[in-house]
């Protein structure tokens, strides 16, 4: 009755009318909107198995906390006023029965409104084409997302406002409460704290339900208890006198009890979080301790058998010693599988097992190599010791699809499904030194065993004698072996004799659906696109089949710093996500309306087949050849260190699982090759972005440090870029060195002659130098100690006209001095024709721009001349300085010296010493750069407001970065130092620039003058990206204002900033020996002031 | 019924003494508390209806003591209290639904027919579906008075009811409770307003300063005052001395100056006549002069 009454005057409270009825508005357009039902947007969850119940509940479950802690403040507000109150506490009713009847009268109204949010729901799923429903997520999401939340933060506020007696306090301290959980806490403790349901994956998967089940129905419960702990508190401290006689005992014996369920829950939960992570450290701790094994697997025979969720498995192994030297042997297996016998060559053997390492010693090993070794094991696979190389922080962080939180799971033993990858050590192997980062080929033979009606799923020829028993034998060696069991059907085609096959799951035909039309031309469109990827990478697709494997939402692959390669591409298997994992990019029914809407708008009449036909070209090219990476729109750098980029790429077919250069320590060397084959299907960086490229970022870390020294003082996921950057630049250098083309056929030979063998470092140099003619351990030797650079000075590009018969072309002309003390190679990519309509042609003009590359070496201290002879008149000349001084790293000219002269005779194509003086600056011109000593900064003590705090919290990133990002829609509020091709500088084009202010902030140039006299002064003011959209709307024209020092006072300059930048003359002053200064105020009507350079000119 | 109190005490946390050695002893019928504001009438009545717990003493419902038999004693009250203004956002109906379902009646049906004869008997079954807090003020007195009364409670206690309203609520509130005293019922009435008293208390008990000074019928306690209750006739400049010398109880101007009714031990050089006191008057004296011999008892 109370509970009635309870949630009758809970619904005719105006407050919870509007504010539910305004959660349900909101949801109801998410839901629209957000799941592809209206409009050409959706959100990029939407297509995740179970996302409907899913993210709805996920949002109204923040709002619902929120209204919970207003309404039950409220509650008890009411009744501590003397009202009605007082007269029902003298009613023969329990305390007991009176508070948990107003719980329950809330709980009752929120549970309607879930049911509302579930309804709406599930007509969306109907509505839509591509949504499936399923029953179960739609009861159990409310039971797991929103029920023990509301009954945790509605004990929890009746409880404080029992003790504070303070509405307002009531609900500042819960409010404070969820933004402590939601912006502090966060994954603290495993995420413990997390009431709220915001970080704890909760994402469905038709192949394998939730991620960790157990675990997050155990926080989940421990909340629901806590929650029913709070009420009982309430019960307990209810301002009413009790009415039983043994009130006092049974309350507190029952908050006791509910006390103490809820702690051991949550003790519990962080105990079996815990423990894995105590484990985790642990094998960290014996792999750092771990030496180079002489050891190696040339062969496995594998016999497995899936039962329940356990893999029972006998290993027979052949083993080689690849030197002379006896030692024990030790191998690494997954820790939870428990070993049950080893006997070398028929022998049972006494052996050692901690934690991952089974250590065979030296007296078991009889003398004649190879032995053969056999294992017993059986268990499920531990995740928790999984990639003990990524660091606690990255693991620690929600897999978020957006919203939906996915789970963590490295591999999967359970009886329904299996997905067991290299990673997952569930075939042992030589646990030598960095064994994680080594991939060694060794011949595999695998039999599987499992339920008839699953389907199995491996590398290699396959066969199947009777249901549910699998053999695969792989052709060559190979360096990963992965096995995949579970409820798949199949679509197959065959395309240049590689059997190509996606496997899915039944309900997932998303895929057929988005490309109906097409079913024909699919095969046509695929040898398409292989083959352009191979031509540019030169090497042909070395597998016999390809197969794409939708794998769980909640698989999770960690991008490593030792290879492109993620555990999600193994050898002919990439595992991709069920329903595109959330990714927008994969949500092909978005995708498509996206497609439609932008054809329209460039008035291109698109039938449906076409439009298709865009549509696989666009997902397959993402997806599996050139995925893109994009940061707020803007297409950022592919990097190492960028989660999640690239995960499906086939690049690591191609190299990483087909090639290996065996060196001891850290496989530098296969990381410069693997990072140089990839650079040659990359297509160049086109939109210039104003901030640093990765080897930018390279540069400016390596300093006057050589690879050698980084590698011992950095960490492993900082070094990598590093790496792949060094590893270019001495792969070109080679290239260089023996003439381009030649160089790259040389290189794919040797690896294709060198396919599924390891490879070794001697090996591997022998051919090198015998190609070369430098003997390349020297050469190998100096990259990875050497710590000078080349530095590059470039002088103004003339362009002639020339007459070759009848035809008219042009020849540039580029004069370029190396002042470094290193010699360095340049790449240079020209460009010609007008401008034209750059958004259409873009693509093709590029590929054109592609052939007119050419690398040059530039010895220290000379200087060169660069010639060009293109048809048409050259339009921009891209410039790429790989690893010298020169900041940015690639950079671009258009500023061409056209001479108008007829019949010149010399040009040439190529490289040729050269007379010209490349200055800095001229022997009559004083440059102060932002770089130079004579530049200083004045900040102000502005009060560093709020705002400013949070404007430097969000880019707190960059903290500890010496140039900033240009940051045009929020300038800093003091001087930061920013880099970029806009901007001057001798190496490091770069400038400070900040927001305007009061003109007490300034930038101060000091010049030396050595002679007294008349100067021209000038000032460099850089084009800036967005300017016409970022500055003062009132006036049209823009000024910086400059002060100049002189002899004859101070004067005080107006410069309008000019549209494409340059030099601007500020005018001419005397100034006599000694310093002349020159001062550009922060005073301006444009948002933000940029201070760059000066330049002063003897008359 | 019987209620029987024995040297009740209580103390708050203050040290404030709310209560000093009560004793009282309360039959059926209509049951009124005297006493001026701070007196501790409150403190009473929120022990009797098991709001407050008392430091000393006891309190015999039936002969059973009360803070060990609380859900019985609860199932016998009807209770209003001082302040019942603030009303939950339910229609008239459902707020005595909600009561009578509170005071045990679990029988849908007869719920809502004692509901109705509830609404009717105070005059507020036309508003039914009106929106409790939409009341007036007097009309929300009477469904507090509806809600205490409903379920057929044994002891109506009723804190303070008349304040406030118009003489006419007031006495439809008195009728409705003479009304009740007819029945085999406690009505303990906690006022101080004489009149709430005169008018419908067969019983009655003076509260001061924590303590009972009189326990009786209300003719009893009016008798005490005979031949201290005077009417006399000033002049207006004369007014003033006298309101400093005597309680005044009523001053009506005429032509000469005031008539004036006074009480007084003895009258001191003035010329009066000794009038009947009334239940007022007798308040008056009680407070004036006898509440402030020490100790004072009668």
Redesign the interface.
Known sequence: ??AR?ES??LL??WFFRIFSALALIIIIFFDLFGFGVIGGTGLPGRLIPGAVPYLNLFFLNIAQAVIAIFLSADFLG?DK????T?????????NFAYVTGKTLGILKVFVILNLIVLLIGAVITFISNDLNFNLYTFVIYPLLVSLPTLVFVLGLSFFVMMMVRNQAITFVLLLGYIAVSLFYFQYKLYGVWDFLNYFTPMAYSDFTGFSEFYTVLLLRGAYFIAGLFFVGLTIALLP??????KFRVTTYLLNAILLATAISMFGLYIVKKGSGADRLNEVRKINAELKDSPYSVESYDINLVHEGSKIITTVVMSVADTSDINDHLVFALNPGLKVESVKVNGKNVDYTRNLHLITIPETALEGNFPVDIEMKYSGNIDNSVMYPDISDETRSRANRANMSVLGKDFAYVTPGYVLLTREANWYPVVATDKYWTKFRFSDFMVQVKTKPELTVIAQGEEESPEPGVFVFDPKNKLNAFSLTIGNYISDEMEIDSVRMRVFRHPKHNAYLLAFDSIRDTIPYLIKEMKNDYERKLGIKYPFDKFYVVEAPVHYLAYMRSFTLATENQMPEIVYFPENGGGNWRNDLNIQSKMIESMSKRTEEELSKEELQVKLFKRFIGENFFQPTSFFMGIRIDESRKVDGWGPYQVFPMFYTYRDFIDQKGYPVLNIAMESYLFSRQKTMTRGFSSGLNSTDKVILSLKDKSLNELIKEKQEEEFANIIAAKGTQLFNTLRVQTGDKDFDGFIDSLLAANAFTNYSLKAFSDDISAKTGNDFRQTLNTWMNENKTAAFLFGRADVYKITDGDRVRHFISLPVKNTGEADGIIEFMVMEGMRGNMRGRFRSRMSDAEDNKKSYLIKAGETVEIGFITEQEPRVIFVNTFLAKNIPSSSRIFDFNVIEKEGYKDYFEGIRPSKKEVRYAEPFEIIVDNEDKGCEVINTAETNSIKDWWVNRQNALEEDMEYKSFRFWNPPYKWELVAGANFFGKYIKSAYFKRSGNGDARIKWSADIKESGDYDVYAYLPRTMGRGRFRNKKKKEDKYLFIVHHDDGDEDIEVTIPENGGWELLGDFYFSEGKAVIELSDKTDASMVIGDAIKLVKR | MEIKIEHLEKEYKNHFKALNDVNLTITDGMFGLLGPNGAGKSTLMRIL?????PSGGKVYVNGKEL??N??EV??M?G????????????KTW??LD??A????MTNKKERLKAVDEMLESVGLFDVRNRYANKLSGGMKRRL?IA??LIGDPKIIIVDEPTTGLDPEERIRFRNILSNLSQKEVIIILSTHIVGDISSTCNKMALLNEGSVHFEGGPEEFVRLADGHVFRTHVLADEMKNINERYPVVSSVPDEMGYEVELVADKLDGLKGEVITPNLEHAYVYFMEYMAKKEGATV
């Open positions: 009755m109370v009454y009758k005057t005719r409270s009411r006023k003397l009202d009605t007082e007269a029902f506490y003298i009613r023969d009713i329990s009413r006198l009790p009415q039983e006689k | 209806v098991t709001l407050l717990k803070s060990e609380r859900k609860r199932s009250l209770y209003l209290p001082q302040d019942f203004r603030f009303f939950v956002k339910l459902e707020f909600y009561a379902s509170m005071a045990g507090g809600q205490a």
